[in-house]
């Protein structure tokens, strides 16, 4: 975000330190573009990996690349210079769009989580369709402007005789700035972040702590580790965001409760410091997806596959083809009662021809086994 207001240019640093920064930022940049793009091409272009929690990534991809993008070096060369060089126009636009994408991101994990929390919990209710999908992010991102606007709307340039500003001007008094930034941490980092928490947790202690006992069936289990891999990656991302903004949303509540800070002399290196670690939050998130699934891992492979010590193994090539289900088909797990009585159903589409006769075919089959008084699973094909 740009100034609230304007301020006399009381910090120059050495080109050394300035060289320092901008490497430091550069690499962040870096990795954040060629990782998150990445991303993008692996969901966009293999149809495997087109999911309801994947097209989530997709936007949390997104919205990384544009943080990083149109926020990060301007965000950069402004604090490091303290003077406006990208126009008026820009000025507006840098408080509105890169903003909206980091609300965006968060909304984008919550959106994840939730849709967890209704995989593993209710699994037999409706999933979200791809059109569906595509309204939620719809509305993330109309939330996210709304949100994001009033900073463009009163965003203004501020011809001084050495320098130009760009800062916002609100209009009633000075303590409006401090009002907004509590507004927007309460709404878009605590709030989110006590919901994910709530869901995982539940999504945890199921998948963790509901496991059947006594012998199972290596789909069950197969299905069961898919499941832990996907939420344990997922909070892992979530723990990362959230510890990169922790300082930031630190440092604008406390300055803004005292404002003789803004006249410390190492403020300058404070600020960025904590918004290096914020913008950095856009870099992590491609190498958590390669290092935890194995699909994203493949389609890494791919997109980098020009570097001289990247192997592609044959493995990597079928992590990656189309074997999904079709599309009217179901694959669930579920836990239906406190007596662990597990389901796993398996069910083709009906316009795909319904057999009356069970026993007229061995593509269909109900076996069922008693593991104890209190469970049972039964694998159902139809």
Not at 84 to 97: A, I, K, P, Q, T
Not at 216 to 231: E, F, P, T
């Amino acid at each position: 975000m740009a100034s609230d207001q304007p301020s006399a240019n009381q910090f120059v640093q050495p080109a050394w330190r300035v060289a320092l920064w901008s490497l430091a930022y550069s690499a962040a940049l870096a990795v954040a573009l060629l990782g998150n793009v990445a991303v993008i091409w692996i969901i966009v272009a293999h149809k495997r990996m087109r999911t309801v929690t994947n097209y989530f990534l997709l936007n949390l991809a997104f919205s990384d690349v544009s943080v990083a993008a149109f926020n990060a070096p301007v965000n950069f060369i402004y604090a490091v210079h303290g003077e406006w060089y990208f126009g008026e126009v820009y000025c507006s636009f840098h408080n509105l769009f890169p903003v909206a994408a980091v609300f965006a991101s968060i909304c984008s994990m919550t959106a994840i989580s939730i849709d967890r929390y209704m995989a593993i919990i209710h699994p037999l209710k409706p999933r979200l369709s791809a059109k569906a999908t595509t309204g939620v992010i719809a509305c993330i991102w109309s939330l996210a402007v709304v949100m994001a606007f009033p900073l463009c709307y009163f965003s203004t340039t501020q011809t001084l005789p050495r320098r130009t500003l760009c800062y916002v001007a609100w209009p009633r008094m000075a303590n409006d700035s401090f009002v907004y930034h509590i507004v927007v941490t309460v709404l878009v980092y605590v709030l989110p972040l006590l919901v994910m928490g709530v869901t995982y947790t539940i999504v945890g202690m199921t998948l963790w702590g509901g496991e059947i006992p006594g012998d199972s069936s290596d789909k069950y289990h197969g299905q069961l580790r898919a499941k832990r891999k996907v939420v344990k990656m997922m909070i892992i991302v979530v723990v990362t965001f959230a510890l990169c903004w922790l300082p930031y949303h630190v440092y604008f509540l406390v300055t803004g409760l005292n404002k003789q800070l803004s006249r410390w002399k190492y403020i300058q290196q404070v600020y960025l410091s904590v918004m290096w670690l914020a913008m950095s939050s856009t870099m992590y998130n491609p190498i958590i997806y390669c290092c935890l699934n194995s699909r994203f891992r493949a389609g890494f492979k791919r997109a980098f596959c020009c570097c001289p010590f990247v192997r592609i193994s044959s493995y990597d090539e079928l992590e990656l083809r189309n074997t999904r289900l079709g599309p009217g088909q179901q694959s669930s797990m579920c836990t239906l009662s406190r007596l662990n009585t597990t389901i796993l159903i398996y069910q083709q589409p009906f316009n795909a021809g319904l057999m009356t006769d069970l026993q007229a075919t061995n593509k269909s089959y109900i076996t069922v086994r008693w593991l104890n008084l209190k469970t049972y699973i039964c694998y159902l094909k139809m």
